[in-house]
């Protein structure tokens, strides 16, 4: 069954290939990485919210295949293939029952990369984070180890050196014939019964070394994770570093040890070229400063918990459900289900927790990495956010549904297997409708550009796109810059004009500061920047934006969307 779901899940991605240009995100990668590829440092000579460790990710790509539409897709086909890979592997760690192997996987047959196809920077740290969770799992049961082993708390019983062995080993998974319940890893429960040996004995340096080569591979990919997504790598060291409580104390001070060497040795290759190069200040403000003050600023990023349920409760809608009934229930569904998705993982680790489902260390870490997800989400409690934010919170969900089968109530554990059973049937069921749609050629509208080709399934945004590209490379003579406001900095990238300033987007009222603004508008005018474009502006300006354009620039063309501008001969430069 895993196996079944997982290659829907590919397919489902395949068919998403190049669907739907995301002119914001997207954008924002392609431009970043393709001004990397021409020699540019980010911070020193273009700004960006967030770490490069992703768009260092695309520019490999850039520099082997080209600056393309089919280089960015094609690094996000692959990112979804890994993403499906390190979800089965962390599902077989910590479950046993193929229906909870694939019910893990099933969340990413609608909602993994294919809805957001692309190698965005939130895919690439889940990536890097559910890397880590096996990793560093196998660190802390190797530090538990010898540290039991110097204490002299050795198995001797046959029993109990298989209970061992599968701390030891980090298997997630004993037989019950051997002292525990069917897909239960060992746990405090077992331990009185184990024979301690009266003798201490010397842990093997082979064992400490490995222990801490697991603890630094960890610290690395945590390090990765927060130079990706800086709030959600920042929580998941940050939770990891506390789950580190749950070793013996004599375990700890390796484990740190361990940890701060992958992570340091991470920043010594990103952070401090890039603190060289453009300034530690400037890193630090714009990393960190910037995010928390300004982030919000944007209209888009202003979704509370509230507007997030709003946003579900928008699928339920009864015309959809007239036209497409089947497809509309399992998308409505679907997505109630993702935003209840922290509540039903919460409760699933307090019932590990109770009932000592997971060894200590175990429990603690998947813990970490689950509130770090959702922490990521909160500032933003979308669905798409959620999304995001769901791989490690299903795999505790699925836990808890595993455990809840062997429970002696029989109508619970029916319950579970049924819940588990209705809710594989509904992801699976719309990727499959999902796949169908996006198989019928005449429902797609295509969009043509310099840089390749999309396809979409509304008219109005293949229109809207193919417009301003089209106007673009009419009027535009090639080797010129195009600057670009608002937040659709793929246009750039699709027309392959590089842009002249330092921001690959402009968000004026609240994300972009007053100072960024006159920065840009600066170099606009002392660089004599012909060219630029963004959405359309009212007639009458009010912003200081719109009466900057509107004093040194002159509309040439335009579409329901987006306006072309051209600069006004006799604008001026700034003093």
């Given at each position: 069954?895993?196996?079944?779901?997982?290659?829907?899940?590919?397919?489902?991605?395949?068919?998403?290939?190049?669907?739907?240009?995301?002119?914001?995100?997207?954008?924002?990668?392609?431009?970043?990485?393709?001004?990397?590829?021409?020699?540019?440092?980010?911070?020193?000579?273009?700004?960006?919210?967030?770490?490069?460790?992703?768009?260092?990710?695309?520019?490999?790509?850039?520099?082997?295949?080209?600056?393309?539409?089919?280089?960015?897709?094609?690094?996000?086909?692959?990112?979804?293939?890994?993403?499906?890979?390190?979800?089965?592997?962390?599902?077989?760690?910590?479950?046993?029952k193929p229906l909870y192997v694939a019910l893990v996987l099933a969340l990413l047959v609608p909602f993994g990369v294919?809805?957001?196809?692309?190698?965005?920077?939130?895919?690439?740290?889940?990536?890097?984070?559910?890397?880590?969770?096996?990793?560093?799992?196998?660190?802390?049961?190797?530090?538990?180890?010898?540290?039991?082993?110097?204490?002299?708390?050795?198995?001797?019983?046959?029993?109990?050196?298989?209970?061992?062995?599968?701390?030891?080993?980090?298997?997630?998974?004993?037989?019950?014939?051997?002292?525990?319940?069917?897909?239960?890893?060992?746990?405090?429960?077992?331990?009185?019964?184990?024979?301690?040996?009266?003798?201490?004995?010397?842990?093997?340096?082979?064992?400490?070394?490995?222990?801490?080569?697991?603890?630094?591979?960890?610290?690395?990919?945590?390090?990765?994770?927060?130079?990706?997504?800086?709030?959600?790598?920042?929580?998941?060291?940050?939770?990891?570093?506390?789950?580190?409580?749950?070793?013996?104390?004599?375990?700890?001070?390796?484990?740190?040890?361990?940890?701060?060497?992958?992570?340091?040795?991470?920043?010594?290759?990103?952070?401090?070229?890039?603190?060289?190069?453009?300034?530690?200040?400037?890193?630090?403000?714009?990393?960190?400063?910037?995010?928390?003050?300004?982030?919000?600023?944007?209209?888009?990023?202003?979704?509370?918990?509230?507007?997030?349920?709003?946003?579900?409760?928008?699928?339920?809608?009864?015309?959809?459900?007239?036209?497409?009934?089947?497809?509309?229930?399992?998308?409505?569904?679907?997505?109630?289900?993702?935003?209840?998705?922290?509540?039903?993982?919460?409760?699933?680790?307090?019932?590990?927790?109770?009932?000592?489902?997971?060894?200590?260390?175990?429990?603690?870490?998947?813990?970490?990495?689950?509130?770090?997800?959702?922490?990521?989400?909160?500032?933003?409690?979308?669905?798409?956010?959620?999304?995001?934010?769901?791989?490690?919170?299903?795999?505790?969900?699925?836990?808890?549904?595993?455990?809840?089968?062997?429970?002696?109530?029989?109508?619970?554990?029916?319950?579970?297997?049924?819940?588990?059973?209705a809710l594989l049937t509904c992801f699976v069921l719309f990727g499959v409708l999902r796949i169908k749609a996006a198989?019928?050629?005449?429902?797609?509208?295509?969009?043509?550009?310099?840089?390749?080709?999309?396809?979409?399934?509304?008219?109005?945004?293949?229109?809207?796109?193919?417009?301003?590209?089209?106007?673009?490379?009419?009027?535009?003579?090639?080797?010129?810059?195009?600057?670009?406001?608002?937040?659709?900095?793929?246009?750039?990238?699709?027309?392959?004009?590089?842009?002249?300033?330092?921001?690959?987007?402009?968000?004026?009222?609240?994300?972009?500061?007053?100072?960024?603004?006159?920065?840009?508008?600066?170099?606009?005018?002392?660089?004599?920047?012909?060219?630029?474009?963004?959405?359309?502006?009212?007639?009458?300006?009010?912003?200081?934006?719109?009466?900057?354009?509107r004093a040194n620039y002159d509309p040439v063309w335009n579409n329901s969307a987006y306006t072309l501008w051209k600069?006004?001969?006799?604008?001026?430069?700034?003093?």
């Amino acid at each position: 069954m895993p196996l079944i779901v997982f290659l829907l899940a590919v397919l489902f991605s395949i068919f998403h290939f190049d669907l739907k240009p995301v002119v914001g995100d997207e954008g924002v990668l392609a431009m970043d990485a393709w001004r990397i590829t021409q020699g540019q440092v980010p911070q020193r000579d273009f700004f960006e919210v967030i770490p490069p460790v992703a768009a260092y990710a695309q520019t490999a790509l850039f520099s082997l295949l080209g600056p393309s539409v089919l280089s960015l897709r094609l690094l996000g086909a692959l990112y979804g293939i890994v993403l499906l890979i390190l979800s089965w592997v962390v599902a077989r760690r910590y479950l046993k029952k193929p229906l909870y192997v694939a019910l893990v996987l099933a969340l990413l047959v609608p909602f993994g990369v294919g809805v957001w196809p692309f190698a965005s920077h939130h895919w690439l740290a889940d990536i890097l984070l559910l890397a880590a969770l096996p990793v560093l799992d196998a660190a802390f049961g190797a530090f538990s180890t010898t540290e039991a082993q110097r204490l002299g708390k050795v198995p001797t019983s046959g029993k109990t050196k298989k209970i061992a062995s599968c701390i030891d080993q980090a298997t997630g998974a004993c037989d019950p014939a051997d002292g525990g319940r069917e897909g239960q890893t060992p746990t405090n429960e077992a331990l009185p019964a184990m024979a301690l040996s009266p003798n201490k004995q010397c842990p093997s340096v082979s064992s400490r070394l490995r222990g801490w080569l697991l603890a630094a591979l960890g610290g690395a990919l945590l390090g990765l994770a927060a130079l990706t997504l800086q709030d959600q790598g920042g929580y998941a060291i940050i939770g990891v570093l506390i789950a580190a409580l749950a070793l013996p104390k004599g375990a700890r001070p390796r484990m740190l040890a361990g940890l701060f060497t992958g992570i340091g040795a991470v920043a010594l290759m990103v952070v401090l070229p890039l603190g060289i190069k453009a300034g530690p200040m400037v890193l630090f403000k714009e990393w960190l400063l910037f995010p928390l003050e300004h982030y919000h600023g944007a209209g888009g990023n202003k979704v509370t918990f509230l507007s997030g349920f709003t946003q579900i409760l928008s699928q339920w809608d009864p015309e959809a459900f007239r036209v497409a009934p089947v497809y509309a229930t399992t998308i409505a569904l679907a997505s109630m289900f993702v935003y209840l998705l922290p509540f039903l993982c919460l409760f699933a680790l307090v019932l590990a927790w109770r009932r000592k489902w997971l060894p200590p260390f175990s429990l603690a870490l998947l813990a970490a990495l689950s509130a770090a997800f959702l922490l990521a989400a909160w500032h933003r409690w979308s669905l798409m956010n959620l999304i995001w934010a769901a791989p490690i919170p299903m795999v505790a969900f699925a836990i808890g549904m595993e455990r809840v089968t062997a429970s002696p109530k029989k109508a619970l554990a029916l319950f579970s297997k049924g819940f588990a059973l209705a809710l594989l049937t509904c992801f699976v069921l719309f990727g499959v409708l999902r796949i169908k749609a996006a198989s019928e050629k005449r429902r797609l509208h295509d969009v043509a550009t310099p840089a390749g080709s999309y396809q979409t399934f509304s008219p109005v945004e293949a229109s809207e796109i193919q417009g301003i590209v089209d106007a673009i490379s009419d009027n535009v003579p090639k080797s010129d810059p195009l600057f670009c406001y608002g937040f659709d900095p793929l246009i750039n990238f699709l027309t392959q004009h590089p842009n002249p300033t330092r921001y690959n987007y402009i968000l004026p009222g609240g994300f972009t500061s007053a100072d960024q603004m006159a920065q840009w508008e600066a170099m606009l005018l002392n660089n004599d920047v012909q060219w630029g474009f963004g959405p359309n502006l009212p007639s009458e300006p009010s912003e200081p934006l719109e009466k900057f354009l509107r004093a040194n620039y002159d509309p040439v063309w335009n579409n329901s969307a987006y306006t072309l501008w051209k600069r006004r001969s006799q604008a001026g430069k700034l003093p």
